[in-house]
C-alpha cells in the first residue's frame, strides 16, 4: 500500500492523540482524518484533469493539429484517459459535498453528466489524428457504424444499472441507521431527501431517453455537454451568492470566474471566431476557468476546521469501554 504525504494539519488545530493503546484496535477516525481526504479529493479531481490536458498533449506532439474539439479525442489514442477522467471528475463532482444550498444538487447533476458525456461520443469525429480510426465510426449517411452504438448501449445500460443499485443500496442503509424515525429525519435533512428522489428520477429519464428518443445516439453527447457546464455555473453562482456576506473577499472571486464563464462562452460560441476550432475552445476555456473556481475554493477552504461532533465512529469501541458515536 502507497503511503500518501501528509498535507498539514489546520492552523490552531488540536494535536491528535497518539495510536490506541492496545495492539491491534483499529485507530478511530478524527477530524483531521477528514481535513485530509477532503483535499486529497479536491486535488486529485484536478488531477484528473491534468491528466486528460497531458494525453492529448502528447497526441497532438505527433500531429500538427488539434481536434475539432476535446470530445473528438474520443477517436484517439486519447480515448482511455478521455473516458476514464470524465467519470473520475464526474464521480469526484457526486461524492464532494457542496456547503452552499444550491451547490451540491449543482454539483451531483454535473457529476452525473460528465459520464454520458464520455461514453456518448460525439458525432464530429473530426480529422486530425496520430492513427485515423478504423474502421470508421461513421456510416455513408453520417449516422455511427453499429460497433459504436453497441459500446454506448454497454456503457450507458452499465451506468443506469449501477446507479440505481447504488440508490437502492443508500436507501436501505437509510431506512435501516434511522428505522425509528426515518419520516423525521427525511424531513430535517429536506434537501438531501430531494436529492436523492431526483436522482431516481434522473436515472428512470435516462433510460426512457436511451430507449425511447430516436436522436440519443446524434444529440446526447452536445445537449449533456452543455448541461453539465450549465450546472458548473450555476453552482459557481450559488457559492458566490452565499459567500458575498460570510466571505466577500472570495464572493468576488467566484463572481469573476463565474461571469467569464458566462461572457466567454456567449463571445466565443456566437462569433465563432476559432472557425473549426470553436468548439475545442469553447471546452478549453470552460474546463481552465472551472479549475480556477476549483483551485480558488481550495484555498479558500484549506485550513477549515471539523466540528469534532460531525465526525462519526465506525469502529467497534474498545473492550470494557462505552460505545459511543462520535469521536471526541
Request: charged share 15%; with cysteine.
Amino acid at each position: 500500500m502507497a503511503i500518501s504525504p501528509d498535507l498539514g494539519t489546520p492552523e490552531g488545530a488540536p494535536a491528535e492523540p497518539g495510536p490506541a493503546a492496545s495492539k491491534g484496535d483499529p485507530a478511530p477516525l478524527r477530524p483531521t482524518d477528514v481535513i485530509k481526504s477532503y483535499r486529497y479529493l479536491r486535488i486529485g479531481m484536478i488531477g484528473a484533469v491534468v491528466l486528460l490536458a497531458v494525453s492529448i498533449g502528447i497526441e497532438r506532439s505527433k500531429v500538427d493539429c488539434f481536434q475539432n474539439s476535446i470530445s473528438a479525442y474520443y477517436y484517439t489514442p486519447v480515448r482511455a484517459i478521455f473516458v476514464g477522467s470524465l467519470m473520475a471528475v464526474g464521480l469526484s463532482l457526486i461524492v464532494y459535498r457542496g456547503r452552499s444550498r444550491g451547490e451540491d444538487p449543482c454539483l451531483n447533476l454535473a457529476g452525473m453528466l460528465a459520464p454520458v458525456v464520455a461514453i456518448v461520443p460525439t458525432k464530429n469525429v473530426g480529422t486530425c489524428w496520430s492513427i485515423a480510426p478504423r474502421p470508421s465510426p461513421l456510416n455513408s449517411d453520417g449516422s455511427l457504424r453499429r460497433w459504436v452504438v453497441a459500446n454506448i448501449d454497454n456503457n450507458f445500460y452499465a451506468l443506469l444499472i449501477t446507479g440505481a443499485i447504488g440508490l437502492a443500496a443508500i436507501a436501505v442503509i437509510a431506512l435501516w441507521i434511522n428505522r425509528k424515525d426515518f419520516i423525521g429525519v427525511a424531513r430535517s435533512q429536506l434537501w438531501t431527501t430531494l436529492s436523492l428522489i431526483g436522482t431516481g428520477i434522473a436515472l428512470i429519464v435516462a433510460w426512457l431517453l436511451i430507449r425511447y428518443w430516436n436522436g440519443f445516439y446524434d444529440r446526447a453527447h452536445s445537449y449533456a455537454a452543455f448541461a453539465m457546464f450549465g450546472f458548473l455555473i450555476a453552482a459557481i453562482v450559488s457559492v458566490t451568492l452565499d459567500t458575498r456576506h460570510r466571505r466577500p473577499y472570495w464572493s468576488r472571486w467566484y463572481a469573476g470566474v463565474a461571469a467569464l464563464m458566462v461572457v466567454g462562452a456567449a463571445v466565443i460560441g456566437l462569433t465563432g471566431m476559432f472557425g473549426d476550432h470553436t468548439t475545442f475552445a469553447l471546452e478549453t476555456y470552460e474546463i481552465v476557468l472551472f479549475g480556477v473556481y476549483w483551485s480558488i475554493q481550495t484555498a479558500e477552504k484549506w485550513d477549515e476546521d471539523v466540528e469534532p461532533t460531525t465526525v462519526i465512529a465506525t469502529v467497534a469501541p474498545a473492550p470494557g469501554s462505552q460505545p459511543s458515536g462520535v469521536v471526541p
